[in-house]
């Protein structure tokens, strides 16, 4: 029998059907060069029960909903936003959610920013690594993040296929490491675009133990030698940001990631339903096992740092 739920999980995906429908509709079956898996309400919690996970934050994952239309984008942004909040009406304890936001438009997105955190209770934002080959920190973002900085809002940054993936001609799918170099661009563009610096106020979780970052911080920070946007140090504001343990969890990605932060900016994450359930089964042994982690850095990660930032679940 599972033990009572007690996991915060960060990286939760969902795909309401008329999601999956838009995708569809216009031929999009992959994410990330995989079948987009199916997803249902009840299923997922009948996972969650059968892993411990008390709570997940959902979110919509990769490709995101914007495919060229900005009108779409808004509709679906709508649509997924209050979808999200219905699941935190029916089910409080057991779901928030990060809002998605029809970016690349910046006032229609801070319009929907509004709506989803004031009006739906939201408890954060999604941001893709890169939308319409425009990585985060791009000069276009700088009033969105001015935004999320006075709200100190809660910002998940989940990678994508990056827009020259298909210059490279590699026969491999983008998610197999694409998604986390993508996710290395993002951050590193934040850093040395000063966005980290301007905004202090953002509380980033970065998915994937941050995709390269723990690996390259040192060498990431050799840029400031010639770039700008990090007076502080690149690695005063890479130690700031939070980390989650999605396709992570295994010795090699979290002692580096340990050399970065500590346990407190380090979440659960288990990236379901693109990540299949014995990924999430190896993932949560894996946690337990780990010898860099006593019982209470543990706990920490599974639910004691994620509390920190989402306190409603106390």
Known sequence: MSAEPFRIDVHHHILPAFYQTALSDMGITLSGGRPIPAWDLQSTLALMDRHAIATAITSISEPGIYFGDTIFAKDLARRCNEFSAGLIRDYPQR?????????????????????????????????????????????????????????????????????????????????????????????????????????????FIVAHAGGTVPFLAYRISMGQIMLTGAPQGALT??????????????????????????????????????????????????IQNFDGFDEQARKAVERESPLALFPRFL
């Open 237 to 286: 504001y890479l130690k700031r940001l939070h980390y989650d343990t999605a396709l992570s969890a295994n010795p090699n990605a979290l002692r580096s990631l340990l050399e970065l932060v500590d346990t407190s900016q380090i979440h659960f994450g288990s990236d379901y339903p693109f990540a299949p359930e014995m990924t999430l089964f190896l993932a949560t042994q894996s």
């Open 95 to 203: 779901f928030g959610a990060f809002a998605i936001l029809p970016l690349p438009d910046i006032a229609i997105s801070l319009r929907e920013l509004e709506y989803a955190l004031d009006t739906l209770k939201l408890d954060g934002v999604v941001l893709l690594s890169s939308v319409d080959g425009r990585y985060l920190g791009d000069p276009l973002f700088d009033e969105l993040f001015t935004e999320l900085n006075r709200r100190k809002a809660v910002v998940f940054l989940h990678p994508t296929v990056p827009a020259n993936n298909s210059a490279l001609k590699l026969d491999l799918p983008p998610f197999l490491i694409e998604f986390v170099f993508d996710t290395t661009r993002a951050v590193t563009n934040l850093l040395y675009s000063g966005t980290l610096e301007r905004c202090p106020d953002i509380r």
